[in-house]
């Protein structure tokens, strides 16, 4: 089904080409009503023109952080952007962005927490590109994260749409020129002091020059390929969760001879859905060697407990539970 607008029309010059052919390809999947998350920035312009010509009643989502003097003015100039790109209806967000995990995690808190408030019953549609897609996995691998974080961002986890994944960042702002419009440029884009910046500025441009360019586009094949082979494994350890136990206990016979990678995919699952938060790889490793590696061993201490406990795994006869551990407290 064509579902442009008629009579919303585009210059075709190659760049917005590309941008409403990804668009257009993103929304074969999804077929209820769409709204872009727009910072005024040329990825999140060039995706809301694209949107806007290829969607049906298309509503901008601006979300202005506070963080930086003159942000009402960037949200109110990125609102009326939207308007006259086509979209039926443009709202401004003002969130407070709080302090844990540093300023960068909390600004994306309190603008995920926005854009979901606000959203309804649309998928949201993100303007994440290929660039970001490459710096993702790459901090990924510096991380030594695993797979889950070398598989990147997918184009899509409900309710957030990424349909620029395959388009290079050069791409959108061409097309932002193509269409005379002026986009804002974040200064925190453009400040060293953060890693995900100078992988953008420094790092992947030297890769591309040492590689001889196409590195975006393989970190990008690299997370599709992981993201594809993590859900057929995610697959499997649903699976073999409900074999195991899938309640407050697992069974160690039915998890001892499963090949590790399974079974830890398995224990993360469990430990999830009992509690746990912020999973470590070393604590992951640790609670499979109650498992693998058992030799009468203590429990294992996770993350997840309220406060003044922790939340340990043990092995108590042939099967890991969950438990809180109280802490002694002097009230006087």
């Not at 061993?297 to 108590?316: E, I, K, M, Y």
Request: aromatic share 4%; with cysteine; proline share 4%.
């Amino acid at each position: 089904m064509d579902r442009a607008r008629p009579g919303l029309m585009l210059p075709e010059t190659p760049a917005i080409l590309e941008v409403r052919l990804a668009v257009r390809s993103w929304l074969r999947y999804w077929s209820g009503p769409v709204a872009v998350a727009l910072s005024g920035g040329a990825d999140s312009l060039a995706l809301t023109a694209a949107a806007a010509a290829e969607a049906p009643e298309v509503v901008a989502l601006v979300v202005d952080h506070g963080l930086q003097s003159g942000s009402a003015a960037v949200a109110a100039t990125a609102a009326w952007q939207a308007t006259a790109l086509g979209c039926v209806d443009a709202r401004v967000l003002t969130v407070t962005v709080g302090t844990d995990g540093g300023m960068e995690a909390a600004a994306r808190r309190a603008r995920y927490d926005a854009l979901r408030d606000a959203r309804g019953e649309s998928a949201v549609l993100i303007g994440h590109t290929l660039d970001d897609q490459a710096e993702t996995v790459l901090l990924g691998l510096s991380r030594g994260s695993g797979p889950r974080s070398i598989a990147g961002m997918a184009p899509w986890d409900a309710p957030w749409g990424r349909p620029l994944l395959g388009v290079r960042r050069s791409v959108t702002w061409q097309a932002c020129g193509d269409l005379g419009i002026a986009a804002f440029e974040d200064p925190h884009n453009v400040d060293d002091a953060f890693s995900r910046v100078r992988l953008r500025r420094e790092v992947l441009p030297l890769l591309e020059d040492v590689l001889g360019g196409g590195v975006a586009q393989a970190l990008g094949r690299t997370a599709t390929q992981v993201r594809e082979d993590s859900q057929v494994l995610d697959a499997l350890a649903v699976d073999l969760l409900h074999s195991a136990g899938a309640g407050d206990d697992l069974s160690v016979t039915v998890l001892t001879d499963v090949p590790p990678a399974l079974r830890r995919r398995t224990l993360r699952l469990w430990l999830l859905r009992n509690g746990a938060k912020g999973l470590s790889d070393k604590q992951l490793r640790l609670v499979d060697d109650l498992i693998g590696e058992w030799r009468g061993q203590g429990g294992v201490a996770v993350s997840g407990a309220p406060d003044g406990a922790r939340l340990v795994v043990g092995r108590r006869r042939g099967r890991l539970v969950t438990e809180l551990e109280w802490s002694l407290r002097n009230d006087h």
